[in-house]
């Protein structure tokens, strides 16, 4: 039988029962990935990461519980909070080696920063029942990884009801629901449904993709911004050229053995 720590951590939140919850998992060594698949659809949440230690820093994986997925913040913020303040790492930047390329997590003394690529989306046709499958009217949409669809207001945003199989219907991928904000800069709401879950509670990679769509939209560099999920979070997203620099806070919410 075979022993590992595990870790569950809400990211993008001072306290437990917020944010987006992560499970991590520390390995001296990769495992099967059919195995690493097994573990994170045994955690049900909406994403596990597994990471290993090279020379640089670690290499660094996400699953949700039904495959591998190519960029994950919340889930990078809780890998870093466990290296930081649950393996003894002293310094106070680690590096993770993904298959988005490298990652960098800066510890300060008030929580995470993370330097992550931009992925702008480009302005497309809204798709035909996109509104009726949200529940709520469409002002435009933009698409790369993500469809991003701009809602009139906030109230919007949080009032949605998506039809989750609607969606699926119209693009196989994940939707990002946004407006423009009274008390922060803006506002959004993320759905998965391609990654076995409905809606994501906090989501940094959505963030890579409305944060520089709203830098150009305001003309701001620095938005402060709030997933509206029932969880919800916040976010402090900073535009330096191609790369975005999310800010978080994170905190543990239970430590334990996978035996398996």
């Not at 075979?2 to 569950?8: D, E, G, P, S, T």
């Not at 499970?23 to 001296?28: G, Q, R």
């Not at 994170?40 to 699953?63: C, H, I, P, Q, Y």
Request: aromatic share 10%; proline share 6%; with cysteine.
């Amino acid at each position: 039988m075979m022993k590992c720590a595990i870790f569950q951590v809400d990211a993008f939140a001072s306290k437990p029962f917020e944010g987006n919850p992560a499970a991590v998992v520390p390995l001296e060594y990769w495992l099967d990935d059919d195995i690493l698949l097994k573990i994170a659809t045994e955690n049900n949440l909406s994403e596990t990461a597994f990471f290993v230690k090279n020379e640089k820093g670690f290499d660094l994986r996400w699953f949700s519980p039904t495959t591998e997925v190519p960029l994950c913040g919340h889930a990078t913020l809780a890998s870093a909070y466990v290296v930081f303040n649950e393996l003894g790492y002293d310094k106070n930047m680690v590096h993770f080696n993904t298959q988005s390329g490298e990652l960098i997590v800066l510890k300060d003394e008030n929580g995470f920063i993370m330097d992550f690529p931009t992925k702008a989306p480009k302005p497309c046709p809204i798709p035909n029942g996109l509104s009726e499958a949200l529940g709520v009217p469409i002002t435009e949409c933009h698409q790369n990884n993500f469809v991003v669809c701009v809602a009139k207001d906030e109230e919007a945003v949080k009032n949605a009801q998506p039809d989750h199989d609607a969606l699926s219907a119209i693009a196989p991928g994940e939707f990002i629901l946004t407006a423009k904000s009274r008390t922060y800069d803006f506002v959004s709401r993320c759905f998965a449904h391609v990654h076995g879950l409905e809606e994501d509670p906090v989501t940094g990679a959505a963030h890579c993709v409305v944060a520089p769509f709203w830098a150009d939209r305001l003309g701001k560099a620095t938005l402060r911004a709030r997933q509206v999920s029932r969880r919800g979070g916040d976010i402090t997203c900073t535009i330096k050229g191609n790369r975005v620099e999310l800010f978080g806070k994170a905190t543990l919410y239970l430590k334990g053995q996978i035996e398996i």
